[in-house]
C-alpha cells in the first residue's frame, strides 16, 4: 500500500488497542509517531516514540507538529473519579482538537465508546442520529469528545471518525459482549477505512464485529466502506454455558451493561 499519510500520530500506544494497532499503522504512512504517558516499545523501522501527558498542552502542541492524521486511543479507558476523567478525556482532548488546528491536521480517528450510549435499553436498536445517553462519567467524556470534534469539523473543517468502541479484547468476557464484541481484525480495519475513506466528514461509527442481535445500525457510515468479518457464534456456546444473570438488574436492562451502576466516588 503506498502510504498516503506523511506522519501519522498514535495516541495511547501502550494500551491495548494501541499496541494492537502499531504494526498496521506503520505500514500507513511514512512516519508513525507514537505517544503515551506509561512507558513504550521500542520504535522499530519508520517509528519515532514520544512520550506525553495529554493534559499537558505544551507537550501536546509539540506532538501535534507536522502530524496529518491522528488515532487517538489515549485517554482513561473505564470509569474512574472525574479528576482523572477530566485531565486525560476533557483537557486531553480539548489540547488535541486545538493542536490539530493549529498544525492543519486533516483527520483524526477518536476512540469514543459505546458507554456514550449505555444508558439505552438493550430492547432499543439505534444509530448514529439517536440522542446520545450516556452511562458514565466516562461516558460523558466520550460524549465531550464527540462534541468537539463536530464542533471542529463545522468551524475548522478538520474530519473525524468517531469510534463507539463495543468491547474489543481478545475474546468476549460475558453473554453482554457476544453482542459488543469487536475482534482485533475488525478493529484495525476499522480504523484503516477511517483514514482512507476519501470524504469523512464527522461520522459516527458503532465498533462492533458482525455480532448476532446487534442493537447499533452502521448505515450512517456507510461511505467508510467498512465491512467487519468476524462474529461472536464461536464464543456462544461457552458464554451462554454460564450461570444465568439476572435479567431485572440494572446492568442487563441496558447496552452499557456494568457501567450504570458505577460512582459515585466521594
Ligand atoms: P488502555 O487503557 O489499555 O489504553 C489507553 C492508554 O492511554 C494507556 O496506555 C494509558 O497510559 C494512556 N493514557 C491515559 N492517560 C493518559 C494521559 N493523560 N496522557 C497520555 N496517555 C494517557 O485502553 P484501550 O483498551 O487500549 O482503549 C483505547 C481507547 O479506546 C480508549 O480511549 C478507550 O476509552 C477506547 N475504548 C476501548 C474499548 C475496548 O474494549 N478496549 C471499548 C471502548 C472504547
Ligand atoms: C470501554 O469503553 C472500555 O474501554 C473497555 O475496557 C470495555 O469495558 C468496553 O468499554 C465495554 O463496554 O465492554
Known amino acids: ?152 469539523f463545522d468551524r475548522y473543517g478538520i474530519e473525524s471518525v468517531c469510534l463507539r468502541i463495543g468491547s474489543s479484547l481478545p475474546e468476549p468476557k460475558d453473554r453482554r459482549m457476544l453482542i459488543t464484541y469487536l475482534s482485533y481484525a475488525d478493529l484495525t480495519e476499522l480504523v484503516r477505512c477511517s483514514l482512507f475513506a476519501p470524504k469523512a466528514d464527522h461520522t459516527i461509527v458503532f465498533g462492533a464485529s458482525a455480532n448476532r442481535d446487534s442493537w447499533w445500525d452502521n448505515s450512517k457510515a456507510a461511505h467508510l466502506g467498512w465491512k467487519p468479518k468476524d462474529d461472536t457464534e464461536q464464543f456462544r456456546a461457552k458464554k451462554e454455558a454460564e450461570p444465568p444473570v439476572d435479567p431485572a438488574k440494572p446492568e442487563n436492562i441496558h447496552q452499557g451493561g456494568v457501567y450504570v451502576t458505577f460512582g459515585p466516588y466521594e
Open 1 to 152: 500500500m503506498i502510504p498516503r499519510y506523511q506522519r501519522l500520530l498514535l495516541t495511547g500506544g501502550a494500551g491495548l488497542l494501541g499496541r494492537t494497532l502499531r504494526p498496521a499503522m506503520r505500514t500507513w504512512a511514512t512516519h508513525l509517531r507514537v505517544s503515551d504517558i506509561a512507558p513504550l516499545d521500542p520504535a522499530q523501522g519508520n517509528e519515532e516514540c514520544v512520550p506525553c501527558d495529554l493534559a499537558d498542552e505544551g507537550a501536546v502542541r509539540k506532538l501535534m507538529r507536522g502530524v496529518d492524521g491522528v488515532v487517538h486511543m489515549g485517554g482513561i479507558s473505564v470509569d474512574r473519579p472525574w479528576p482523572e476523567i477530566r485531565e486525560a478525556n476533557i483537557v486531553g482532548v480539548y489540547n488535541l482538537y486545538e493542536s490539530a488546528r493549529i498544525h492543519g491536521t486533516k483527520r483524526v480517528v477518536f476512540a469514543s465508546s459505546n458507554h456514550a450510549i449505555g444508558f439505552r435499553k438493550r430492547t432499543e436498536r439505534i444509530d448514529a442520529d439517536d440522542p446520545v445517553r450516556p452511562d458514565s462519567l466516562y461516558g460523558v467524556s466520550k460524549v465531550f469528545g464527540e462534541a468537539m470534534s463536530r464542533f471542529y
